[in-house]
């Protein structure tokens, strides 16, 4: 888990787009895993600003997303798949047809997890997984307790994540009860994990990751357990960290060129 504490939250964005405009130098047909909620949007405005400067191209990637309301009608404004497009896929050039979301509406929920698992296999896995942080240490919708050897399946979601969640909503009686998740363990198989995180009410949640045990009470600690997992903070939710000046001070001095 190499941790990064940026001064500043609109620092994150840029540097978090750097990693997947690199990635994509590398390879322009990468599969991105792209999230919902307020923490990747900087990223993605990094990166419609990198796009729109013609300093990166999505015609070849293709991606995923991490996790989906069930029971929203089809292109509800909330759903993250919308919510993606909306804030990110419409803005640049990935093909709509290229950005992959389990289906909710699917009468066989199960069946619709498990295609989406198999999905994610025929496109090669996924090469980056951006991730946000749950002030009770959700990644995606796994909520405590979620097996660390999980898969996509269909989850319910914790009171206080519904509640968390109500500001997208018109009132907090039309957040669902019931997502779709990709569970922890497919998490766990995306080749590089990034998790992103600011402000003061994710400081707890960001140490019980980083510096606690590894639990299914803390579903994102298994990233403890990734062997390519970058955690890009500011200093507010780096606050409670312990060894926070040693994860500076292995910043500044990370090798030379090493590509995150
Ligand atoms: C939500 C989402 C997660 C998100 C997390 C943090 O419930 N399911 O994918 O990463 O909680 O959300 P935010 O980034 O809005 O703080």
Do not use: W
């Not at 792209?34 to 729109?52: N, Q």
């Not at 990110?88 to 069946?111: E, G, I, N, Q, R």
């Not at 903070?233 to 910043?251: G, Q, V």
């Amino acid at each position: 888990m190499e941790i990064v504490i940026v001064e500043s939250s609109t620092d994150i964005g840029p540097l978090v787009a750097t990693m997947v405009v690199g990635l994509l130098e590398r390879r322009p047909g990468a599969v991105l895993g792209l999230a919902g909620g307020d923490s990747p949007v900087p990223v993605y405005e990094s990166l419609i600003a990198a796009h729109r400067r013609g300093e990166v191209s999505f015609a070849d990637a293709s991606a995923v997303t991490l996790d989906e309301y069930v029971g929203l009608p089809p292109g509800h404004p909330r759903s993250y798949r919308q919510v993606i497009i909306d804030d990110f896929v419409s803005h640049v050039d990935l093909p709509v047809a290229s950005l992959h979301t389990p289906d909710v509406h699917a009468a066989d929920l199960d069946a619709a997890c498990a295609e989406f698992e198999a999905h994610i296999v025929r496109l090669g896995g996924v090469d980056l997984q951006l991730l946000g942080i749950g002030a009770n240490g959700h990644i995606g919708f796994n909520e405590p307790g979620s097996s660390l050897a999980s898969r996509t399946r269909i989850a319910t979601l914790h009171p206080r994540t519904r509640a968390d969640n109500a500001r997208f909503f018109a009132s907090a009686d039309e957040v669902p009860y019931h997502v779709v998740t990709q569970g922890v363990g497919t998490v766990l198989d995306a080749r590089h994990a990034v998790l992103i995180a600011s402000g003061g009410h994710k400081r707890e949640a960001v140490a019980a990751m980083v510096e606690g045990p590894v639990t299914a009470f803390v579903p994102a600690s298994a990233l403890q357990l990734h062997p390519h997992a970058t955690v890009v903070i500011d200093a507010a939710s780096a606050a409670d960290l312990r060894l926070s000046e040693y994860y500076r001070f292995a910043h500044e001095h990370r090798p030379h060129r090493r590509q995150y």
